[in-house]
């Protein structure tokens, strides 16, 4: 059997495939008919988040699954993966303490001004009156979506003795274990909290769910946080609030479109932004492309 890898993985996840009996062909870099014409003959194909596999990459002659190494799929077509019968895998849990991180991350680093701070410092400058921030101990963090990484954001602001609520209707029962984080709807959570953190998939019920209506109805003072999907968020709205000052600040690690180029979001100063650095590590990137490639192991190679 033959695993075509279109991205970078670990070389833990390349060996895992070969030990299995699979002959592994890596080509990074390559889209669409490239994609297709390199593709041809191979039962697997493995991804991360930039190669597009549409309808007619999946049309390519003998492929039986597709297998991103990631959390999400928003790059592979999967009603017509279903259609062709092909299995669609990825690795939902592998990012997961990565993502968390970034979250209270770029929380702290907005609220102390960080950025800002350490690059005047860096240019000679003595700034400490100019940045002096916020505590966020004692304050409200609502969480949009409760799975593995909303779950994991709840314990780690629990250190930091944050107050959480959560939103999420597709957890029932909600888990025990996290019988201290509050349960409620999104619209009831909106006026309450003073940080809002994103941590759903980016499906048609979850695209632009943050818009102008949402976003009136937060308090003034607060702040968006999203490193989930950009299009989780009506970036037009937010960029209106935050110059109308109707939100106070917005933490970002994903945009609509990737790179987001001159985006007006990033030339305010009450927005810090990072480009999609959330499951960028060491640790993550391994655990993804070992479980993906034990995945394609699972379903071709053991049946």
Known sequence: MKAFVAEKLAPAAIDRLKAAGFDVIERTGLQGADLIAALAGSD????????????????????RAVARAGTGLDNVDVAAAKELGIAVLNAPAANTISVAELTLGLLLALERHLAPAATDLKGGKWEKSKYAGREIAGKRLGLVGFGHIGRAVAMRARAFDLEVLASDPLVRPWPPEFGWVREMTLDAMLPQVDYLSLHVPLVAATRGMIGTAQLARMKPDAVLINCARGGIVDETALL????????RGAALDVFATEPPGAHPLLALPNVIATPHLGAATREAQDRAGVEVAERVIEVLARG
Not at 53 to 59: G, K, S
Request: aromatic share 0%; proline share 4%; net charge positive.
């Open 44 to 63: 697997a194909l493995l991804v991360r988040g930039a190669t597009q596999v549409t309808a007619e990459v999946l049309r390519a002659p003998g492929l």
């Open 240 to 247: 209106e609030a935050l110059n109308a000052r109707t939100l």
